[in-house]
């Protein structure tokens, strides 16, 4: 007797198993971006407490978020207010500080990603110091910024995509309000997240959350000047 190998008969169930699978909408990258945008701070506390299957690891997210930032970040307006930036001081100045601003353009744009992952553990440090009554510790608040800050890259990659499509390369008012509106989404992400994850009133949470940013960007400025001066840059 024969025995014979029938294959499972194609329906669209079995189709849309399939394009699922490619494109890994119920677990990975995909399926974490959506977590993110529609459930935010539950979406991470989910992560944290009762599954840790379906988003993808915060690590590994936040390398492949950055590595499209990057590329966008330099390509769609990151690069020109940055240069606009350092060029617009250094006009005031000597030829000299000319130099160093062109110089820092440069080391900018080539280690633009680890300079912008230096943020996720100074504002994990600065958001366990104000939430340190949470019932989270050190290495899960770094979960939590790594989450946000990868999303807040994210943001940052569609609205610079968006505003490439209607702005001119040296539209300096345009990119002043692409980074103004780019900050103002991610702060609100931010805070909302912490709002979710750590159930405290709406006016201590934007306090805190307003003291975390602060002390993140000064810490990160001061690192980053001491870096540059370390390397004989400044």
């Known amino acids: 007797m ?17 394009i699922l699978e490619v ?9 974490t971006i959506y977590a993110l945008l529609t459930q935010s701070g539950d979406a991470i506390e989910t992560y944290l407490k009762r599954d ?20 966008v970040f330099l390509n769609y307006g990151g690069g020109e207010f940055i240069s606009g930036v350092l060029e617009g001081s250094m006009d005031a100045t000597d030829n000299k500080n000319e130099e160093h601003a062109k110089r820092l353009i440069g080391i900018f744009e080539k280690y633009c990603n680890l300079f912008l992952v ?11 110091i104000m939430f340190k009554k949470s019932a989270y510790n ?3 608040h770094l979960v939590i910024s790594a989450y946000v800050f990868s999303f807040q890259s994210l943001i940052f990659v569609v609205l610079a995509l968006v505003f490439s499509l209607f702005l001119e390369d040296d539209n300096d008012v345009g990119l002043i309000i692409q980074f103004s509106l780019i900050f103002l989404l991610s702060t609100f992400f931010q805070l909302f997240v912490y709002f979710k994850i750590f159930k405290q009133g709406a006016f201590k949470t934007i306090f805190k959350g307003v003291v975390i940013i602060f002390f ?19």
């Open 23 to 31: 494109l890994n909408f119920e677990r990975g990258i995909f399926y």
């Open 52 to 71: 840790r299957e379906k988003m993808m690891k915060p690590v590994r997210f936040s390398i492949v978020i950055l590595a499209i930032t990057t590329i």
């Open 138 to 140: 050190g290495a899960e």
């Open 216 to 234: 993140s960007f000064f810490v990160y400025f001061i690192l980053f000047m001491l870096l540059l001066v370390l390397g004989g840059v400044l």
């Open 2 to 18: 024969k025995e014979t190998n029938e294959l499972e008969r194609i329906s669209f169930k079995k189709i849309g198993q399939s």
């Open 118 to 128: 230096f943020l996720v553990p100074i504002t994990a440090f600065f958001s366990w």
